[in-house]
């Protein structure tokens, strides 16, 4: 019997032990056992759940438990945080199934010696009213939201307080889904109407061609999107491929392109003419470009590996330069929660890198031409600060202007962040070669 707690479990052993991405650990997890929709639901919102809240759990666990949380096993400890997740922040399971549960895990384990201390804690646990620090102190929001201290500091230097915490509040929601209409094959009167046919909620948001999707699951499977009538692309993305301002007939160049999901947008714009390159440093995920191309038809795409750190005069001159590079990724957290327990070390050499790739990609500008600097991160460190360089360093490049109806108006850069249209944290800045 397929125990989805246990799969959770597994999942999340295997996230902190070999630091994979979540969304391709607990797929792996799922898809290699015959399950129910019903109990991958339930694994789901338990893995991410805890990943999202380690550190609330952590700090729930050393009010409660004897042992210094270092000493405990490692698959007592994550069925601890999975027991008290399910007693703190879902409140359909019933305190019972919660406790009794996570003890037989733990029971029939090569830890079952720790299940009378999980059964203990998890029952004082149940008998009180457990509750989070409220107040506003760095160490107190890092303990309510379950974000490492460093880089609450970080976004409190950079944004002020009332914005930061906005941000960590948005952090602990569910993100929405988004998809962008292949507008080559569709539109979005069509394809909203096509997903309300199979029981699909879709609406058209702020940016043309982007829509909202409500219950699309196993997404794979679905015929309209093996009908290349859609890619699923957060808001953000799409507001980056818009900002780039494509026109048919240009040559195009996007820098770091894997998994291809901005020059699919950016190839719909140029009406699948002209000339797209897109580029990655890693062969084996050229597939990923090439498959969605092949899928959405789109037949402007050229995909090739590419260093985007080195210069490489084969490639000549281009109208558009789309530059997304490598960042902290501190902007999707909500997708991806274990991103934001990065340490300050792991990201400190990473704007050495955005900036060499960045110094790069403006040579291959024609004059007049136009490129786009993207991060999926709110660090200013590794968004203006980066820009700041550039222009002090190339003084045949300037600021460009972003005009997107309804989003912005004759600026320069733009910094999304969830509050404002639902999208991912993103960073966009323009320029242009004089």
């Not at 338990?46 to 380690?54: A, C, D, N, S, T």
């Not at 096993?73 to 359909?92: H, N, S």
């Not at 392109?257 to 699919?264: L, Q, T």
């Amino acid at each position: 019997m397929i125990n989805p707690r246990k799969i959770a479990v597994q999942a999340l052993l295997q996230v902190d032990q070999s630091e994979g991405y979540s969304n391709l650990v607990l797929d792996a997890a799922v898809k290699s056992k015959e399950i129910s929709q019903r109990d991958k639901a339930l694994a789901t919102a338990l893995f991410y759940g805890v990943l999202e809240r380690k550190i609330s759990l952590d700090y729930i666990i050393s009010q409660y438990a004897k042992n210094d949380i270092r000493k405990i096993p490692p698959f007592t400890l994550e069925c601890l945080r999975l027991g008290i997740y399910q007693l703190k922040f879902m409140d359909k399971i019933p305190d019972s199934a919660a406790v009794n549960e996570t003890v037989k895990l733990v029971k029939d384990s090569r830890e079952k010696y720790a299940s009378g201390f999980v059964n203990a804690v998890l029952r004082n646990i149940q008998r009180n009213d457990i509750r989070l620090p409220e107040d506003n102190s760095v160490n107190s929001l890092s303990i309510k939201y379950s974000c490492p201290v460093w880089l609450i500091e970080s976004l409190i230097a950079d944004y002020g307080l009332e914005r930061a915490i906005a941000f960590l509040e948005d952090s602990l929601k569910s993100p929405p889904q988004y998809i962008r209409v292949n507008t080559l094959l569709s539109n979005e009167n069509e394809l909203i109407k096509e997903f309300e046919n199979i029981g699909i909620t879709a609406e058209g948001k702020v940016l043309p061609g982007a829509l909202c999707v409500r219950g699309l699951q196993n997404i794979e499977y679905s015929h309209l999107f093996n009908s290349g009538l859609f890619h699923v692309q957060d808001l953000s993305s799409q507001i980056c491929a818009a900002a780039l301002d494509c026109k048919p007939g240009q040559r195009v160049l996007d820098l770091c392109a894997a998994p291809g999901g901005k020059s699919f947008t950016i190839a719909q714009h140029m009406n699948n003419t002209g000339e797209l390159i897109s580029c990655d440093l890693h062969q084996n995920r050229l597939g990923l470009i090439k498959e969605g191309a092949k899928r959405l038809k789109l037949s402007n795409i050229k995909v090739l590996q590419n260093d985007a750190t080195q210069f490489n005069p084969a490639f000549g001159e281009f109208d558009r330069v789309l530059c997304d590079v490598p960042c902290s990724g501190f902007g999707i957290i909500r997708r991806k929660p274990e991103i934001k327990y990065k340490s300050r070390e792991d990201v400190d050499g990473i704007c050495d890198i955005q900036y060499k790739i960045l110094s790069n990609a403006v040579k291959y500008l024609i004059k007049g031409g136009r490129l786009i600097y993207s991060t999926c991160t709110l660090r200013k460190a590794e968004n203006e600060q980066v820009c700041e360089k550039l222009l002090g360093q190339c003084p045949d490049i300037e600021y460009d202007s972003i005009s997107i109806e309804g989003i912005a108006k004759g600026i320069s850069s733009i910094t999304l962040f969830p509050e404002m249209f639902g999208s991912d944290g993103f960073f966009i800045a323009a320029f242009k070669r004089i």
